[in-house]
């Protein structure tokens, strides 16, 4: 399962002023988006040390409750999923080497592989059933994972190493419930899971185990002796924080790191730079992430459609497009991106009609009675924060431009950074007027744990508080049809209600532009990413000094 949030999808480093051209542009690049596979190159040169960049501190390395991108990129290093899936995004063995399903789909069995634990205890169903039993206890914010297990209806162990899974319905999309790590019961039984030390130091039944965290630095992992699965080629692995893209860049010229996301002005700029030129290399792909600005559909600015679809009518997301990604975006309108077989391509966004907009305001009851150029309703000025995870220069300069077509319709908008932790857990908890972020794609189509409204603050990733009883009916129908078509034809129907509702203002896709040392082979890009698949980074390795 993947995220909601995507710490800085957009990383612009450049400090400047929202959709203002450089003083002296650099020469236009050629948008080369596609997809790249060198996992039959090689062979893999071992040993050696990858140097990976976080944008952020991670808020918990704890499995079951990482709810961003930063603990996740960590955790996929040193946990193994109970299933993967493959650079095809299909599902493939982690540490159960095969599984079966009843006919009627409401029992699972798995089998587990010979794997073990950083002190060499076995893996055991055990470990499955601990794992299970916290990920449906309303009291542990498994958010990334509850949705999956709803029906839950018990597990048991038939032997050390096979075990039993019992839902009390079919869910069409059940397999990507079991795409999550485990956790280890004789560690954590007896201890109070919200403050387990795993939320430091997870452990290991992966290629690496945690070495040390070296708050707002480092955190370095190294090889776990006791992995019995295909060996990784790089002995260790260092993930570096820098929130700051100029910092990053430098260190990646530099050979302090070997990879990072680029901001679209820094891809730009990287093709007349000559010292980039003799150490890194580019590449370009959309993924099924998407940028989005929420609203809290409980907060008396937000809580009717006229409004919600007003604030989608004043931002120009064609300039964005323009201006800030030189086309290397796509705009969308829904809660997919546009390559997940879910999104509706007949659904158009909404067009940038500031007139229309302010039509719609007004038929809301937001006036400015007072002359003063601000917007009121019910005694209250039309005035909030938008609230948005420091270090990423991008999504600073989207939410200046949304500032700026705001203002213009009397509506105040006050862009805040918050360090990205502290951002994360007002996410959770749906503590915001307005947050600008990202939707970090997941190839199971399924968004209940997103906009059903029993999945609102605590229970699960509804931040926003959405809450339509028919997308409830539809989210709830497709989870259990069987029949793909039939699904296309729910997600599309929930696609149009979303969109009409407008609980976001859903912005657009931008191609994800990375930057990796010439030095690192073994790459693969795909839907999801570099690196949320499996094997991923662990594949990559080192080609020798020339």
Not at 9 to 33: F, G, H, K, N, Y
């Amino acid at each position: 399962m993947l995220d909601r949030r995507l710490a800085s999808a957009l990383a612009l480093a450049a400090a400047v002023s929202a959709c203002r051209q450089p003083a002296t542009p650099p020469p236009e690049r050629s948008a080369a988006i596609g997809y790249l596979d060198e996992s039959a190159l090689g062979p893999p040169r071992p040993g050696g040390t990858l140097f990976r960049r976080l944008e952020g501190e991670p808020a918990t390395l704890n499995p079951l409750l990482q709810t961003d991108d930063y603990g996740s990129f960590v955790i996929a290093d040193v946990a193994r999923n109970l299933i993967d899936l493959d650079k095809r995004l299909q599902p493939v063995g982690g540490l159960a080497d095969r599984w079966e399903s009843s006919p009627d789909g409401r029992t699972w069995t798995f089998h587990l592989r010979d794997a073990a634990w950083e002190d060499g205890t076995p893996v055991t169903s055990r470990d499955a059933l601990f794992t299970f039993e916290k990920v449906t206890d309303p009291k542990i914010p498994a958010l990334l994972f509850s949705s999956g297990f709803d029906g839950y209806a018990g597990a048991e162990a038939v032997d050390d190493r096979t075990f039993r899974v019992h839902f009390r319905e079919p869910y069409a999309f059940r397999i990507y419930a079991f795409n999550l790590p485990l956790v280890c019961a004789a560690r954590n039984a007896k201890r109070d899971f919200l403050s387990s030390p795993d939320d430091r130091a997870p452990f290991s039944d992966g290629p690496y185990r945690i070495a040390r965290w070296r708050t707002s630095e480092s955190i370095e992992l190294v090889r776990n002796p006791r992995y019995s699965g295909p060996r990784a080629p790089f002995d260790r692995v260092v993930f570096r924080i820098l929130p700051d893209g100029a910092q990053a860049y430098r260190a990646l010229e530099r050979g302090d790191i070997d990879e990072m996301r680029l901001s679209t002005e820094q891809w730009r700029a990287s093709a007349t730079d000559a010292s980039f030129a003799s150490c890194c290399r580019t590449t370009l792909f959309y993924d099924l992430s998407y940028f989005y600005i929420g609203y809290n559909n409980k907060s008396p600015l937000f809580a009717d459609v006229p409004t919600r679809r007003a604030m989608a009518m004043l931002l120009d997301r064609g300039r964005i497009v323009r201006d800030l990604f030189y086309g290397t975006a796509r705009i969308l309108s829904g809660p997919w991106a546009p390559d997940s077989p879910a999104y509706d391509p007949s659904v158009a966004p909404y067009p940038f009609d500031p007139a229309g907009a302010r039509a719609l305001l007004a038929s809301a009851g937001w006036k400015d009675t007072d002359g003063d150029g601000v917007l009121e309703r019910a005694g209250r000025k039309f005035e909030f924060d938008l609230l948005y995870g420091a270090g990423s220069a991008s999504v600073r300069q989207v939410c200046e431009v949304f500032k700026s077509d705001l203002e213009k319709a009397g509506v105040v908008c006050r862009p805040r950074a918050v360090e990205w932790a502290a951002f994360t857990k007002r996410m959770d908890a749906g503590d915001f007027e307005a947050v600008a972020s990202s939707w970090s794609g997941d190839p199971n189509p399924d968004v209940y744990g997103y906009w059903a409204s029993s999945q609102g603050p605590p229970n699960g990733l509804n931040n926003l508080s959405y809450a339509n009883p028919e997308v409830d009916r539809l989210l709830a129908e497709v989870r259990a049809e069987p029949d793909a078509g039939k699904r296309r034809s729910l997600f599309s129907r929930i696609h149009r209600l979303i969109h009409d509702d407008a609980p976001a203002t859903f912005v657009f896709q931008g191609a994800q532009k990375y930057a990796v040392s010439r030095s690192i082979g073994g790459l693969v890009s795909t839907p999801v990413g570099l690196f949320r698949f499996w094997p991923d980074s662990t594949a990559w390795w080192r080609r020798p000094a020339p």
